[in-house]
């Protein structure tokens, strides 16, 4: 076993220093500035265990240009050779905070307590893949083609998805539903797009996903296919369809690049080749962004007006945008 | 103006707030989302300066003609822009300098930056590849996105990088365009085309990853287009 330590931090500041660190800490470990508070005020405390000496370098020097002290400690599995041993108490909230301190909270996994299936989802933002634990003789819906891997008693059975509208915009109208048969069973699912995943628990609620956004949901969650109306859907240049999701259960959907979550109260315009899904609360409305001119010439078209209050999640990379990009080379027919 | 580039590296974007006042001009096509009360305009030209000559000159150089223009009327509003290819952003402050820019990396700048878009200074139509060129010069905050990632070189002598590789470089820096390799049959067998020779001292940002050189790789797989 190659050697690791514990890194312990201790400081001896006053108030207005102390504020002045916790915002530097929690700009450091991207967290809140309440949990950095917490880890502060419990100093001197360990914040990190068994790292490589490497990275416990690097802890120290960023905690350093803080003013905070640092103390590397030999890790020991007993805890005797600990000098002073933290309290422990406290030892928890300083966990949480180093677990933000990986550099890009790339894995997000479901709670204990969380209501639905247990699920981890591992290569945020870029490449994510969810992996769900679908409980004894329970049901989990994934979108066609998605499975990548799975256990050998999960069952499939291949359904048409609701509404007719994913007859008329080419996407699959199939469903495949995944049964746990006989015990807990583990599955992968892989979205066709690189790019960032999002999760939601419904409690009866509605939300509704662009076309190709759904991954997978649990059984009480119905997929269906929504018209979006005429002018919304042609206007926007997108598909004249969206999938409303509804019901209680999980929601997961995938974006094509990295995602951002964004609360809106008020409006907020999103381009239309831009949006992954929102809550049913919301109104949107397909307008031009600015003037005539710059429905034209601004590279902007159509955009969606969202108002009222709830959330939207987009992606900050369009498929559609993609393609116009790869357009030029296409291969052109030779003439003869 | 302030900047925050989220989700770096590999598909970043940059959230832009503005207070009242304050402007942004970006690439048209950038704004992926924005807040309700955020004003855009779209021009030809930087605003207030120019005008159908300097747009005259852009199209020469094989540009889109158009920037947009973001402002707040009151209170504070934000606005994301992305590109269309994944990759990294990098923030930049110019402090009453210059910098050159390829034209599909500028992504937006501060109103203090003033953008000059028909810069022949590099001429793009011996490089062998359809790039073209800004000189952002002023003071002021700018954001420059890469596909892939972006990185320095610190020259100071001689450097040498493949012109579809360049994202911004400092205008101290002298350039000239040249082959790759010692022969011209070389350079072209080879792929490399042209390249761009930098002299003297300065910053040159890289990006990890050739545009055109990715389209082409996808060219055989792609559906045939009408000619």
């Known amino acids: ?336 | 103006m302030d900047i925050e580039l989220l989700h770096r590296p590999g598909n970043a974007a940059a959230r832009i707030t503005l207070k009242e006042g304050e402007s942004c001009t970006a690439e048209a096509g950038a704004m992926i989302a924005m807040s309700g009360n955020m004003g855009i305009e779209t021009t030809t030209h930087k605003r207030g300066k120019g005008g159908l000559l300097k747009a005259v000159k852009r199209m020469v150089a094989g540009e889109s003609l158009f920037l947009n223009h973001f402002s707040v009327p009151s209170g504070e509003g934000e606005v994301i822009m992305g590109t269309t290819l994944s990759g990294d952003m990098m923030e930049y402050e110019l402090d009453n300098e210059s910098l050159i820019v390829q034209g599909g990396s500028f992504m937006c700048c501060e109103s203090g930056v003033e953008i000059d878009l028909g810069w022949q200074g590099f001429k793009s139509l011996f490089s062998g590849e359809s790039v073209f060129w800004l000189n952002l010069k002023g003071s002021g905050k700018l954001v420059v996105s890469s596909f892939g990632a972006i990185y320095p070189v610190e020259v100071d002598g001689e450097y040498i990088v493949d012109t579809g590789h360049i994202v911004a470089f400092n205008e101290t820096l002298d350039f000239s365009i040249t082959k790759a390799g010692s022969s011209w049959l070389q350079s072209f067998l080879g792929g490399e085309g042209m390249v761009c020779k930098f002299k003297g001292k300065g910053t040159v940002w890289c990006q990890s990853h050739n545009p055109s050189s990715f389209g082409w790789a996808m060219s055989p797989g792609l559906k045939q287009r009408r000619a």
């Not at chain 1, 207005?16 to 967290?31: C, E, H, M, N, V």
């Open chain 1, 1 to 336: 076993m190659s050697e690791t330590v514990n890194i312990r931090i201790h400081h001896d500041f006053d108030e207005t220093a102390l504020q002045q660190a916790i915002t530097g800490f929690a700009a450091l470990f991207k967290t809140e500035e309440e949990k950095a508070s917490k880890v502060l005020r419990s100093a001197p405390v360990v914040i990190r265990k068994n790292v490589t000496p490497d990275v416990a370098e690097k802890f120290r020097a960023a905690l350093q240009n803080l003013g905070i002290g640092v103390t590397l400690e030999q890790s020991a599995s007993q805890t005797v050779a600990e000098p002073a041993p933290a309290p422990v108490s406290e030892a928890p909230a300083a966990e949480a905070v180093a677990e933000k301190a990986t550099p890009d909270n790339a894995v997000i996994e479901s709670d204990k307590d969380h209501p639905g299936y247990a699920f981890k989802i591992e290569g945020r933002p870029d490449f994510s893949f969810l992996t769900v634990t679908v409980p004894a003789n329970q049901m989990i819906k994934v979108e066609a083609s998605a499975m990548a891997t799975m256990d050998t008693h999960l069952e499939m059975k291949t359904r048409m998805r609701g509404g007719l509208g994913r007859l008329v915009t080419g996407e699959s109208i199939f469903i495949n539903e995944f049964t746990s048969a006989g015990g807990p069973g583990e599955i992968g699912i892989a979205p066709a797009a690189p790019g960032d995943m999002g999760h939601v628990y419904l409690n009866d609620d509605t939300i509704y996903l662009q076309n190709s956004a759904f991954v997978a949901s649990g059984p009480e969650v119905e997929v269906e296919s929504k018209w979006q109306g005429l002018t919304k859907g042609f206007f926007s240049g997108e598909s004249l369809f969206l999938i409303r999701a509804k019901g209680t259960g999980d929601l997961w959907f995938n974006t094509y690049g990295a995602m951002i979550e964004i609360d809106v109260k008020g409006d907020y315009v999103v381009d239309t080749g831009n949006i992954v899904a929102f809550t049913e609360g919301l109104d949107y409305k397909v307008s031009k962004v600015g003037g005539y001119k710059s429905l034209f010439f601004s590279g902007e078209g159509f955009v969606c007006r969202f108002s009222g209050e709830g959330k939207v999640w987009i992606q900050t990379r369009g498929v559609d945008a993609f393609l116009s990009w790869l357009h030029p080379y296409r291969p052109v027919p030779k003439r003869n």
